[in-house]
């Protein structure tokens, strides 16, 4: 059974490259940032800034009082500017970017951040000078580096800035974060936990011992016949369906990711009658299905009920799709954990209970629907690989491929499930010689590319390429950027604000804002004052990172346990779940690298490995010691942290 290990590892090394040559051809426009000769990136200290910016310009000076000593020289200066600068001694002028002078804000040299040198004048007396850096940028904040050895002179806090609307005051380095007001109006997770004890601990105290007594007297540790996941099934749904019926009126309307290009995109199929192009407006470079279906209903509403009323009702389509992914979770763990109610129990509740399909699913977007296809596309993958002979049948190919072109029409970072579908096929072909394996995957792809095809080819057509994104300024003519509008490897290599400081992680680093908006709505569903946040419970909200903490390792540990866990069927799962989970966090890492912006680092683009996430997450919490007490104990705080999550995410 190592040949699946190889093609999954063989899948993530192939994902890794892709990754690094992604990066090695875009690097001269990516706006990565790292010190250098004890020198940091300085720029002016301001809070960060929740809204995006247009191209406007900032204009920074940066000013140090250098000493020349006597008898010294010559003094080279070395600097890189985010994206062009002038350089002043005693405000005469020494060096100016190509465009720069022109005061004009271009895109900046197109060696920017390779290093150019100044040599400081030979008749300039010793004592002090004063040295400017007048940096100018208009897609991002104006920042530079500079030092030069012979004169022990590094950017850093101990120079100042100024600029119009703001007078001399100390700059501050790249990786120094101020949050934005309304990050701060929320209470510290331990001491929001804290306040929630009066309630939390007596319910774990009454589920653990419950657990145990019920485990213990029934069949020597067993569940009671009474009980079994597809009853925990069913009482989740009948949940979901209470909370989407309680928040369906309650949630304000104006909440939700990129809600108004979602709106425009949907109104313009149903009034124009065709679909638009990424030219059209802010969101409609994205794969249609979602729109053509809300599209379809908004035009059955709209003779009955207002155009808000109507918007407000295709909500309903993303809660179908969060509740789809109870069922699909329960399905997964059946096949993880047979036999095991108790572990298959804890998957439904922890998958339909994820937070970011929870906040997801409660407002329009097409993150749901996405999720849901690319859940029921892994499902069955994972159906394959347990059983090789239903993956060799075309019936299974060709309903893998529809669900794989109908998720690919929904957004298409669906396409990270092909190497896995081809994988699955490979794997259970592999004995049946080559001309049945390109069959099987000529059936599969085939119908991928009979559903979804005509978007990719028509993408082609207008384009020139099959892909277009949000941040393709030549295709979609919107030009924007969001802070920080940079990427430093202390954002790509850290973590641990989240605990502390979940809201708005994403500004400390790439992975704080995957932790908070996996465990948590993080970033407020995009909602950047504190009037228009949505109304979850923010105490509970911010509670949550705390037990999100210890279900990270346990889901780490899970993903170990594929490596060596003797049992076949939880065996291929886990190795499934960590091919996927590889293979989508290499894509997310490569696009929050390339858009630098706070949100772009947001776990819901992994939405479709739900059912994954809770499997993984449910083998690391089975490692532990099978002590009747203790293990009734660790089942009462997934009982206890999913009571949480549903009361956050339930308005009042």
Known sequence: MRWPLVLWGAICAVGLIFLWQEIRLSWQDLPFLCPTHRASWIRRARPFNLAGWGPVVEIVKFRKRIAIPPHSGPHVITFVALRSCDIYVDNGLLYSSPGSSTGRALSGEPDWNVPHQVTLPSDLSPGEHTFDIVARYNMGPAAVIAYCESLDLRTGRDWTASGAGFEEEPAATVDDIELPALSKNFASPVHALASSLWWLCPSFVVATIGLWCTTRLFDHGELPKWWSASTCRWILIAAWLILAANNFTRLAPGVGYDLRGHVDYIRFIAELGRLPDARDGAQMFQAPLTYLLSAAFYRL?????????????????????????VELTFRAARLAFPEREDLQSLTVLLGGLLPMNVYMSQVLGNEPLNGALSALVLLWACQGMQDPGLAKTARWQLRVGLALGLALLAKVSALLLAPIVAVVLLFSNRLCGWKPTLAALARCFGAAAAIAGWYFARNVWIFGKPFVGGWDYSVTRILWWQDPGYRTPLQVESFGQALWHPIHAGF???????????????????????????????TLLVAAAVPAFFLSIALLAGLLRGLVSRDVALRNSLRLAGAGIALYLAAFLMLCIEVPAYSQAKASYTLGLTPLYAICCVAGLDLLPRNAILRSAVAASVVCWSMLVYATYFVR
């Open 301 to 325: 509403l709209i003779p009955f009920v207002s155009v808000e009323t109507a918007l407000i009702w295709l909500r309903w389509i993303p809660l179908l799709c969060g509740l789809a992914q």
């Open 508 to 538: 400390y680093s790439i992975w704080d804002g995957f932790f908070a908006t996996f465990w948590l709505d993080g970033n407020l569903s995009a909602m950047d004052s504190w009037d228009a946040r949505p109304r979850w419970n923010d």
